[in-house]
């Protein structure tokens, strides 16, 4: 039972995703999820421990933060119609409330000194000697390519908070193991983020614990068949330790950006070579993908 509810709302928050500015009224989206108002609402703030509402709002804000640091050639006026807010004042009013200042404000703001959870800001120096390290670490760790990356199909479990990931690997390999999927030694693992940790809380980040299928699937209970398309991305490789990741993430985006390009408006995610238990030095060997226009 718990697994039908998982896909319904699986379907809702894809729906929510790729429908910013419509109408996501209780009862439009209780009817995606095929169940009454009154149950689907009290089903919803139990798998993802928020109230409709407040997920759509919150979900809609961070999108419009997104596109005001990195598409500048977005006007304010078409960001909040794209992320399905009503008036200026309204935007104003949800984007104060989660950022402490307001959109116009927060544009001018350098994107690594704001955060929604919590950065201390940092004085001149200390951030440009910050910069300095971290290129220099990025040119001994990396190169980047620019690749066109074929259509991809994935097995995915939908997992809301950082700290839950681990735990949806394994459901997913569960799922995966007795069906023989995991038979192959080169089997792939990865993740796919559909919000970002510049604007969003870690414990309320989405993602997807996925791995790496042949062709296309129909979702089955909590596991869901995903498919990437065809897209231009940019692909680097790292082998780095778990508290690296961060790091690596930031200077591919510094990189994207120095380099002139803009994100599309899909999921960056990562593909993983090696399980990093086995690797002598605890490394994980990483290929991560930004998808740019």
Sequence with gaps: MINNYINRINNVLNFIEHNLDANLSLETIAQIAHYSPYHFHRIFKVITNEPLN?????????????????????SITEIYLQCGFSSPAAFTKSFKKFYEMNPS??????????SKIGQKELNKETYLRKIEQLLNWRDMNTTFEIKQVPELHFATFTQIGV???????TNLMDWAGPKGLLAQSDFKMGTIFYD????????????????LIEKPMSSE???????????????????????????????????????????????????????????PKKMCVVDMYVPVQ
């Design 163 to 169: 700290q839950g990931l681990q735990s949806a690997f």
């Design 105 to 114: 404000e927060f544009r001018k703001v350098n994107p690594d000194k704001y």
């Design 221 to 279: 209970d909590e596991i869901e068949g995903v498919t990437l398309v065809a897209h231009k991305c940019i692909v680097t490789r790292f082998e780095i330790a778990m508290h690296e990741f961060e790091q690596a993430w930031t200077s591919v985006f510094m990189w994207m950006n120095e380099n002139g390009y803009l994100k599309a408006d899909k999921q960056p995610f990562e593909i993983y070579h090696n399980n990093f238990n086995e690797h």
């Design 196 to 211: 970002s940790f510049k604007v969003t809380d870690p414990d309320k980040v989405r993602m997807k614990a996925c791995l």
């Design 54 to 74: 407040s997920y759509i709002n919150r979900i809609r804000v961070e999108k419009a933060a997104g596109l005001l640091y990195r598409n500048k050639e977005l």
